[in-house]
């Protein structure tokens, strides 16, 4: 035990003190946060300074979804209405439209009383939902206000029979109903899987890494003749491991200190509240540790059996496929975390980690279905534990030539 | 007394290529042992075996008088052929944690580190990190680190191989000094010049099998004075003597070849009464001539 917290101890101290911690600790917040931050500046923003023109024959019409374009305050778009539109004005649309001094037009054309609307819009580019979303939003709107004034309602009540309700979401959480934003749990979730993902692989990949540098540098033979080499697995993991909880741990100290200033208070009242609780953070921990465990033997046994970094590196992406399976089910597994797939998915170890957190933030699962996953994590980090270490202490010895798989068989006899 | 290390026909095979067959051996405390071989003849598989990297496949190690244990291993040095130090810690860092694996307190490794790099004349390089230092200089440390623990019995593979005769000359003094303090010291080469000096004992292996061994003295005289270097002037009919095999002759001193259990004094007689002899050297064959004699010419070492 002595000799395994010698080489863990070492291990952490090399790893903290050397350029990739620090440079990793501070720059993937950075990253994170730009991300993050992008992502909802450009959801907020996309279809932003629209010039469109309104182009119908009926003029009231168009004057009422110019007034509806122009009340949302985010989408600064600038509307001018020409109405009544003749074929001929068109032409002229689309030549603006070419010319680049115009976005996009809606063109329009109603019987009396708003009745058999038929409405196209024209735009630049294709795809800009933001845009075609806010357009029908108005149109339909401007459409029933019309139509609902063509039946003699007065004006104040059009208003107030058109206002829209803003839907709020809540969670049941614990027989409690409590508020929650979709939008904050999801990215909740999909920081803290991406986290997960990122930090398992790195880690695990460390410990790869590692393995490999104390083969090509001849290291073991010396380590070899003093301890196990179960020993030396077991401390190099524990000492890894222990430097990528104390990152993350140092992650979430900033991100508590971060959420307490101003500017994160001014950040989060634009009604994206990210809720992560107490449990939520410990099974991070446990998921973390589980899903580090079996990638990081993985890689270590894969490491035993390869030359060089580069070759390691080679092989990695493949160890790999089951976090980027489960990083790829993401949206379904948030927007359908009970379903079939989703469970089996989170029961399977070697999506558990990433898998069955996405579902924790979105809906908290069964408990037996957390344990067992946990369980069937362990079991699995034991088998891959025996497997790797056997491949450890006869790979480290080789060198030369690349083992073979029924080399690699053998090896297994061996021990 | 029980040997320090006692190997008892301990075989390994690698797939199908046995690399060390039937070997035995048996190293006192207090001796410095040497062992022999061309390259891939079996050394390093040996020599893993005793420290427990690789388990023998049959025959049994003792290591002190007991049967193999890992934690007699604490009480053994081990510097491997293929040296490895950790490049990016610090000298001394590393030392201390070397012999903190071994046992040994923070306190205690710290200082007979200092001592040793003093001893080893590298002081000033206790500070900076592996990777910024020479071959020569990594060698020593290396070095160091072998022996923080004071370990009874010593085992090194190619010690001497990559240093320069200075630093070759003060690594050997040093062994002398470790085996005039009562450690058993063992070391593999193909340098025979160096195994002639240091060693009291050795075993020379060929093809994983050991194919001369015993205490130096012994050794060599299994083997017969038949060689002899004279220096004369005057006749040199004497050459032509029946105990004589062959000869070079570069004038005025010769190096001959005696025939089997011939008679060197009744050459010396002859020699006497036809020429003036200013040496006449009834020389032991050296190490190196019994290893070609033994081993034959299959040596590329």
Redesign the interface.
Known sequence: M??IL??AK?EFL?QVR?KAFKVTTILIPVIFGAIIGISVFASKNSGQGKHIVIAANDAPLASRIREKLLADKDAHMSVDVLAPAAESDRQQLISKIDQKQLDGFLWLTTDANATNPNATFVGRSSGDFATESRLSDAVDHAIVQQRLSSHGIPTDDIDSLTKGVKIETEQVKNGKEVGSSTLGSFFAAYIMAFLLTFTVMMYGMNVGRSVI??KT????????????PTDMLAGKLIGIGAVGLSQLAIWAAAALLFSSTALAASLMSGGLKIQISAIEIILFAVYFLLGYALYSTLFAGLAATCESEQELQQYAPLAAVPVWLSFSMITFIVSNPNSFWSVAISLFPPCAPIAMFLRIASQFPPLWQIALSIVLLLLSVVVVVWFASRIYRIGI?MYGKRATVPEMLRWLRYS | MAAVVELDRISKSYEKKAAVRELSLRIEAGTMFGLLGPNGSGKTSSIRMMVGITMPDSGSVSLLGKPFARETLRQVGYLPEERGLYKKMKVMDQLVFMGELRGLDKATAGRRAHDWCERMQILEAADKKTEELSKGMQQKIQFISTLMHDPELIIMDEPFSGLDPVNAVLLQDTLIDLKNAGKAILFSTHRMDQVEKLCDAICLIHAGQAVLSGGMREVKSRYERDRVVMQFEGDNSFLQHPAIAEYKDYAGHVEIRLKPHADAQSLLREAMQKATIFKFELVEPSLEEIFIQTVGEKVDA
């Open positions: 002595h000799e010698l080489i070492r090399e050397g540098q104390e540098s001849r290291i073991f033979e010396v380590m070899l003749s003093t301890v196990k010895l």
